[in-house]
Protein backbone atom coordinates (compact mmCIF):
# COMPACT_ATOMS: atom_id res chain seq x y z
CA UNK A 1 0.00 0.00 0.00
CA UNK A 2 1.21 3.52 -1.26
CA UNK A 3 -0.04 6.98 -0.08
CA UNK A 4 0.94 9.84 -2.41
CA UNK A 5 0.05 13.59 -1.73
CA UNK A 6 0.69 16.81 -3.64
CA UNK A 7 0.00 19.69 -2.21
CA UNK A 8 -0.07 23.14 -3.07
CA UNK A 9 -0.60 25.95 -0.96
CA UNK A 10 -4.26 26.30 -0.90
CA UNK A 11 -4.83 22.05 -1.01
CA UNK A 12 -3.54 18.81 -0.98
CA UNK A 13 -4.87 16.27 -3.00
CA UNK A 14 -3.96 12.40 -1.70
CA UNK A 15 -4.36 8.94 -3.33
CA UNK A 16 -4.29 5.49 -1.83
CA UNK A 17 -2.47 2.95 -3.79
CA UNK A 18 -2.45 -1.02 -3.35
CA UNK A 19 -0.44 -2.69 -6.69
CA UNK A 20 -0.33 0.63 -8.45
CA UNK A 21 -4.15 1.04 -8.48
CA UNK A 22 -5.97 3.76 -6.43
CA UNK A 23 -8.65 2.42 -3.92
CA UNK A 24 -9.06 6.18 -1.77
CA UNK A 25 -8.95 9.63 -3.16
CA UNK A 26 -8.53 12.30 -0.10
CA UNK A 27 -8.42 16.31 -0.02
CA UNK A 28 -7.07 18.35 2.55
CA UNK A 29 -6.06 21.83 3.12
CA UNK A 30 -2.59 23.56 2.27
CA UNK A 31 0.04 22.03 4.45
CA UNK A 32 2.61 24.12 3.85
CA UNK A 33 4.71 23.75 6.53
CA UNK A 34 5.69 28.10 6.55
CA UNK A 35 2.67 28.47 7.37
CA UNK A 36 0.80 25.74 9.41
CA UNK A 37 2.54 23.99 12.55
CA UNK A 38 3.07 20.39 13.25
CA UNK A 39 0.30 20.74 15.35
CA UNK A 40 -2.07 21.87 13.11
CA UNK A 41 -0.78 19.59 9.89
CA UNK A 42 -1.37 16.17 12.62
CA UNK A 43 -4.93 17.32 13.90
CA UNK A 44 -5.65 17.65 10.29
CA UNK A 45 -4.50 15.01 9.07
CA UNK A 46 -5.96 12.66 12.02
CA UNK A 47 -9.66 14.19 10.50
CA UNK A 48 -8.82 13.22 7.25
CA UNK A 49 -7.60 9.57 7.77
CA UNK A 50 -10.34 8.48 10.07
CA UNK A 51 -12.07 6.36 7.84
CA UNK A 52 -9.52 4.81 6.50
CA UNK A 53 -9.00 0.71 8.22
CA UNK A 54 -6.59 -0.47 9.50
CA UNK A 55 -5.55 -2.75 6.59
CA UNK A 56 -5.53 0.22 4.39
CA UNK A 57 -2.48 1.25 6.32
CA UNK A 58 0.07 2.64 3.47
CA UNK A 59 3.71 0.71 4.10
CA UNK A 60 5.26 3.72 1.97
CA UNK A 61 4.57 7.85 2.10
CA UNK A 62 5.31 10.41 -0.65
CA UNK A 63 4.43 13.51 0.13
CA UNK A 64 4.70 16.05 -2.28
CA UNK A 65 4.27 19.94 -0.91
CA UNK A 66 4.82 23.51 -1.48
CA UNK A 67 7.07 24.99 1.15
CA UNK A 68 8.86 21.54 1.79
CA UNK A 69 12.48 22.56 0.21
CA UNK A 70 14.49 22.05 3.99
CA UNK A 71 14.82 19.28 6.07
CA UNK A 72 13.51 21.45 9.23
CA UNK A 73 10.75 22.45 7.71
CA UNK A 74 10.17 19.27 6.30
CA UNK A 75 10.44 17.09 9.20
CA UNK A 76 7.10 19.14 11.23
CA UNK A 77 5.13 16.99 8.25
CA UNK A 78 7.53 13.51 8.49
CA UNK A 79 7.03 13.26 11.82
CA UNK A 80 2.96 14.38 12.21
CA UNK A 81 2.62 11.69 9.42
CA UNK A 82 4.82 9.16 10.84
CA UNK A 83 2.52 9.82 14.32
CA UNK A 84 -0.47 8.70 12.22
CA UNK A 85 0.80 6.33 10.21
CA UNK A 86 4.17 4.36 11.30
CA UNK A 87 5.57 3.15 8.05
CA UNK A 88 8.81 1.99 6.46
CA UNK A 89 9.32 4.83 4.32
CA UNK A 90 8.29 8.79 4.22
CA UNK A 91 9.43 10.64 1.53
CA UNK A 92 9.14 14.69 2.11
CA UNK A 93 9.78 16.77 -1.11
CA UNK A 94 8.65 19.93 -2.79
CA UNK A 95 6.19 20.25 -5.20
CA UNK A 96 8.58 20.97 -7.56
CA UNK A 97 9.52 17.29 -7.15
CA UNK A 98 5.79 16.45 -8.00
CA UNK A 99 6.33 18.04 -11.21
CA UNK A 100 9.52 16.89 -12.62
CA UNK A 101 8.62 13.46 -11.27
CA UNK A 102 5.03 13.95 -12.88
CA UNK A 103 5.79 15.98 -16.05
CA UNK A 104 8.95 14.53 -17.16
CA UNK A 105 9.12 10.47 -15.71
CA UNK A 106 12.58 9.64 -16.89
CA UNK A 107 13.27 11.76 -19.12
CA UNK A 108 14.87 15.07 -19.50
CA UNK A 109 13.08 17.94 -19.41
CA UNK A 110 12.25 21.66 -17.60
CA UNK A 111 9.29 21.46 -15.80
CA UNK A 112 7.23 24.37 -14.29
CA UNK A 113 4.26 24.99 -12.11
CA UNK A 114 1.48 27.62 -12.51
CA UNK A 115 -0.64 27.94 -9.47
CA UNK A 116 -1.21 30.28 -6.45
CA UNK A 117 2.26 30.62 -6.51
CA UNK A 118 4.85 29.42 -9.18
CA UNK A 119 8.50 27.45 -9.93
CA UNK A 120 10.01 25.65 -12.63
CA UNK A 121 13.18 23.47 -12.90
CA UNK A 122 15.53 21.53 -14.95
CA UNK A 123 15.15 17.70 -14.08
CA UNK A 124 17.64 15.16 -15.60
CA UNK A 125 15.42 12.00 -15.23
CA UNK A 126 16.70 11.54 -11.80
CA UNK A 127 17.59 14.77 -10.14
CA UNK A 128 16.26 18.35 -10.32
CA UNK A 129 19.75 20.02 -11.47
CA UNK A 130 18.66 23.39 -11.69
CA UNK A 131 16.51 25.89 -10.30
CA UNK A 132 15.23 29.69 -10.78
CA UNK A 133 14.05 31.05 -7.41
CA UNK A 134 10.62 31.43 -7.09
CA UNK A 135 10.84 34.46 -4.56
CA UNK A 136 7.12 34.30 -3.28
CA UNK A 137 4.43 36.84 -4.28
CA UNK A 138 6.12 39.77 -3.65
CA UNK A 139 9.68 39.60 -5.36
CA UNK A 140 8.75 37.08 -8.16
CA UNK A 141 5.92 34.19 -8.76
CA UNK A 142 5.48 35.33 -12.20
CA UNK A 143 2.62 34.10 -13.74
CA UNK A 144 0.99 32.41 -10.48
CA UNK A 145 -2.75 32.78 -9.78
CA UNK A 146 -1.73 35.54 -6.68
CA UNK A 147 0.57 37.76 -9.21
CA UNK A 148 -2.27 37.42 -11.85
CA UNK A 149 -4.73 38.53 -8.83
CA UNK A 150 -2.11 40.90 -7.61
CA UNK A 151 -1.75 43.23 -10.99
CA UNK A 152 -5.07 43.04 -11.96
CA UNK A 153 -6.36 44.67 -8.66
CA UNK A 154 -3.48 47.14 -8.82
CA UNK A 155 -4.72 47.79 -12.48
CA UNK A 156 -8.51 47.77 -11.21
CA UNK A 157 -7.77 50.30 -8.36
CA UNK A 158 -5.55 52.64 -10.76
CA UNK A 159 -8.64 52.61 -13.12
CA UNK A 160 -6.19 51.08 -15.67
CA UNK A 161 -8.22 48.66 -17.45
CA UNK A 162 -11.33 48.77 -20.09
CA UNK A 163 -14.31 51.25 -17.88
CA UNK A 164 -17.14 48.94 -15.77
CA UNK A 165 -14.72 46.20 -14.80
CA UNK A 166 -13.48 47.73 -11.71
CA UNK A 167 -17.31 47.89 -10.83
CA UNK A 168 -18.14 44.84 -12.06
CA UNK A 169 -15.16 42.90 -10.17
CA UNK A 170 -15.98 45.13 -6.69
CA UNK A 171 -19.58 43.74 -6.78
CA UNK A 172 -19.58 40.23 -7.43
CA UNK A 173 -16.65 39.92 -4.57
CA UNK A 174 -19.00 42.62 -2.69
CA UNK A 175 -15.25 44.39 -2.20
CA UNK A 176 -14.23 48.06 -1.42
CA UNK A 177 -10.97 49.66 -1.82
CA UNK A 178 -10.51 50.14 1.44
CA UNK A 179 -11.26 45.88 2.25
CA UNK A 180 -9.05 45.11 -0.46
CA UNK A 181 -6.45 46.75 0.91
CA UNK A 182 -7.03 45.55 4.56
CA UNK A 183 -7.04 41.48 2.86
CA UNK A 184 -3.87 42.41 1.20
CA UNK A 185 -1.72 43.74 3.98
CA UNK A 186 -3.17 42.87 7.53
CA UNK A 187 -5.01 39.57 7.35
CA UNK A 188 -3.59 36.40 6.75
CA UNK A 189 -2.49 34.46 3.76
CA UNK A 190 -3.15 37.40 1.14
CA UNK A 191 -1.52 35.24 -1.42
CA UNK A 192 -4.67 33.14 -1.24
CA UNK A 193 -6.80 36.34 -1.74
CA UNK A 194 -5.35 37.88 -4.42
CA UNK A 195 -5.29 33.81 -6.36
CA UNK A 196 -8.73 33.58 -5.58
CA UNK A 197 -9.37 36.61 -8.08
CA UNK A 198 -8.56 33.92 -10.83
CA UNK A 199 -11.58 32.65 -11.75
CA UNK A 200 -13.00 36.41 -12.49
CA UNK A 201 -9.94 36.90 -14.60
CA UNK A 202 -10.54 34.11 -16.59
CA UNK A 203 -14.16 35.03 -17.36
CA UNK A 204 -12.77 38.59 -18.79
CA UNK A 205 -10.36 37.27 -21.27
CA UNK A 206 -11.99 38.46 -23.94
CA UNK A 207 -11.40 42.45 -22.66
CA UNK A 208 -8.45 43.73 -24.37
CA UNK A 209 -6.87 45.10 -21.22
CA UNK A 210 -7.31 42.26 -18.77
CA UNK A 211 -5.63 39.87 -21.92
CA UNK A 212 -2.98 41.89 -22.07
CA UNK A 213 -2.31 41.80 -18.34
CA UNK A 214 -2.26 38.15 -18.58
CA UNK A 215 -0.40 38.08 -21.62
CA UNK A 216 2.43 40.23 -20.38
CA UNK A 217 2.55 38.53 -17.05
CA UNK A 218 3.22 34.92 -18.78
CA UNK A 219 6.07 36.45 -21.17
CA UNK A 220 7.56 37.66 -17.79
CA UNK A 221 7.36 33.97 -16.60
CA UNK A 222 9.29 33.10 -19.44
CA UNK A 223 11.45 35.51 -19.73
CA UNK A 224 12.34 35.51 -16.12
CA UNK A 225 11.93 31.53 -15.43
CA UNK A 226 12.04 29.22 -18.24
CA UNK A 227 14.96 31.49 -20.49
CA UNK A 228 17.21 30.57 -17.45
CA UNK A 229 17.56 27.11 -19.07
CA UNK A 230 18.24 25.58 -22.10
CA UNK A 231 14.79 26.35 -23.10
CA UNK A 232 15.47 24.97 -26.82
CA UNK A 233 16.65 21.75 -26.15
CA UNK A 234 14.12 20.27 -23.74
CA UNK A 235 10.28 20.19 -23.86
CA UNK A 236 8.80 22.83 -21.74
CA UNK A 237 5.97 20.98 -19.35
CA UNK A 238 3.61 22.94 -17.21
CA UNK A 239 1.20 21.86 -14.45
CA UNK A 240 -1.21 23.66 -11.80
CA UNK A 241 -4.56 25.15 -12.11
CA UNK A 242 -3.41 28.47 -13.45
CA UNK A 243 -1.70 26.50 -16.11
CA UNK A 244 -4.35 24.48 -17.31
CA UNK A 245 -6.61 27.40 -17.59
CA UNK A 246 -4.58 29.76 -19.05
CA UNK A 247 -3.15 26.85 -21.42
CA UNK A 248 -4.52 29.05 -24.24
CA UNK A 249 -2.79 32.92 -23.74
CA UNK A 250 0.28 30.60 -22.78
CA UNK A 251 0.56 28.17 -25.63
CA UNK A 252 0.08 32.05 -27.40
CA UNK A 253 2.94 33.55 -25.78
CA UNK A 254 4.99 30.59 -25.69
CA UNK A 255 4.77 30.54 -29.97
CA UNK A 256 5.13 34.41 -30.25
CA UNK A 257 8.61 33.65 -27.89
CA UNK A 258 9.71 30.91 -30.26
CA UNK A 259 9.23 28.38 -27.31
CA UNK A 260 7.89 24.71 -27.93
CA UNK A 261 5.97 23.83 -25.19
CA UNK A 262 5.33 19.59 -23.69
CA UNK A 263 2.37 18.98 -22.01
CA UNK A 264 0.05 21.13 -19.44
CA UNK A 265 -1.19 19.18 -16.92
CA UNK A 266 -4.03 20.73 -14.03
CA UNK A 267 -2.49 18.64 -11.60
CA UNK A 268 0.81 16.02 -11.55
CA UNK A 269 -0.78 12.97 -9.62
CA UNK A 270 -1.11 11.21 -12.46
CA UNK A 271 1.93 10.99 -13.79
CA UNK A 272 3.12 10.48 -10.01
CA UNK A 273 0.89 7.46 -10.02
CA UNK A 274 3.04 6.06 -12.47
CA UNK A 275 5.94 7.20 -11.44
CA UNK A 276 5.76 5.09 -8.18
CA UNK A 277 4.00 2.30 -9.57
Known sequence: MILIADGGSTKVD??????GKQIAQLYSCGMNPYFRSREE????LIQLFCGLKPEQAPEAIFFYGAGCTHEEVNNSISRALSEIWPCQQIEIRSDLWAAARGLCGSEKGIACILG???NSCFYDGLEITDTVSPLGYILGDEGSGAVLGKLFIGACLKNGLTSGIKEEFLATYELTPAMILEKVYRQPLPNRFLASISPFILSHLQDASVRELVTCAFREFFRKNVFHYKYTEYPIHFTGSVAF???EIIREVALTLGVVLGSI??????GLIRFHS
Do not use: F, H, V
Open 14 to 19: WRLLEN
Open 41 to 44: IKEE
Open 245 to 247: YYQ
Open 116 to 118: TGS
Open 265 to 270: EASPMD
